[in-house]
């Protein structure tokens, strides 16, 4: 089964799921923060594209009349946060903190500068000014498109993409900014490396735990303190 709603097209993703395709950005938002009804447990940005995963409990389910039903509830809700009718739950405020170190070898950070007609101080001060958000998530496990980056530093994917990426790369790429958490190969190759992470860090834990790069998670940078440059 397949409705329509305004820009936006609902389907079932197997027995316990449904795919939101052609979802505008603000509502893409607006549905994360949310506050989510009995029916729902998660909520999933597949890609950097407009869509939006949802997965529905089972046991919730079971007890609704009809799957029909269920799916009615859904496109509902989806138009009800649309028109700004559903409420929105209380989040935490905490933004994750990342220490990386700026440059070094197979980096772009000097070719950067250049292109912006800037020094490499002063690009990494304006990649460390900004708050980011999540925005969205893929090409590969891990990656989140980081949202925030200042106009200056707007650049173009590159022209000739890396052959690999390497793990702990913090890049820049079309508006966005975002960190691998593994190698990349092809796609993953074209964003600029402006630094490395040694360790990969971020306030008490590390990079890897995917529970910090959920939809609309804050995010900053940092460079390391004197007293911590030695250790990275």
Known sequence: MARRLPEMRVTWFG???????????DLRHALVVAKRPGWLREIVCVGSEAMLYLQVSPRIREDLFCRETLYAMICA??????QGKTVTAMRSAKTHV???????????LDEVAQRVGLSAPDVIA?????????D???????????????????LPRKAVP???????????????TGIYLQPARGGGGLWECL??????????????????????????????????VGRL
């Open 15 to 25: 027995d316990e799921a449904v795919l939101v395709e052609g979802v505008p950005h």
């Open 77 to 82: 809700w989806l138009n009800d946060t649309k």
């Open 98 to 108: 990342c220490t990386v170190r700026y440059g070094g070898a197979d980096t772009d």
């Open 126 to 134: 304006l990649h460390v000014k900004p708050t980011y958000i999540v």
């Open 136 to 154: 969205a998530a893929g090409f590969v496990p891990g990656f989140a498109y980081l949202k925030g980056l200042l106009q200056t530093l707007h």
């Open 162 to 176: 890396r052959a690999q990426v390497f793990s702990g790369a913090v890049a820049i790429a079309a508006g966005y």
């Open 195 to 228: 630094s490395i992470l040694r360790p990969l860090h971020c306030g008490s834990g590390t990079l890897n735990l995917p529970r910090f790069w959920n939809l609309a998670t804050a995010w900053c940078f940092a460079q390391p303190t004197r007293s911590k």
